[in-house]
């Protein structure tokens, strides 16, 4: 049974950061790729950033690219997402998922998800 469990989520201004967590109960950590997700009101999920499960190779959403960091910590089953410079367009509700498997930027080749997190970034 796998289980995702994302936090640190809130409210933050323009320019300001925030890290995400995502608490991941797998035993074969290391076989799956995880990545990011996220979704605004009236829109459909897109893709934030993915990280093999190396953690050698990363991948980032052209939108994201420079502002974001996606890391994992094997010893704590646990990957994060350092948000930098957030402007009010990144506001969403982000979703941590796993792959048993290559990276992959579609949500649709994603095994397990999270109940999400909610960013609210203010202009």
């Known amino acids: 049974q796998v289980r995702l469990v994302e936090s640190g989520g809130g409210l933050v201004q323009a320019g300001g950061s925030l890290r995400l967590s995502c608490a991941a109960s797998i035993r074969t950590f290391s076989r799956y790729t995880m990545g990011w997700f996220r979704q605004a009101p009236g829109k459909e999920r897109e893709f934030v950033a993915a990280?093999?499960?190396?953690?050698?190779?990363?991948y980032y959403a052209d939108s994201v690219q420079g502002r974001f960091t996606i890391s994992r910590d094997f010893a704590k089953n646990t990957v994060y997402l350092q948000m930098n410079s957030l402007k009010p367009e990144d506001t969403a509700v982000y979703y941590c998922?796993?792959?048993?498997?290559?990276?992959?930027?579609?949500?649709?080749?994603?095994?397990?998800w999270g109940q999400g997190t909610q960013v609210t970034v203010s202009s």
């Open positions: 990280i093999s499960g190396s953690g050698e190779s990363t």
């Open positions: 998922a796993a792959r048993y498997g290559s990276v992959s930027n579609r949500d649709g080749n994603y095994d397990y």
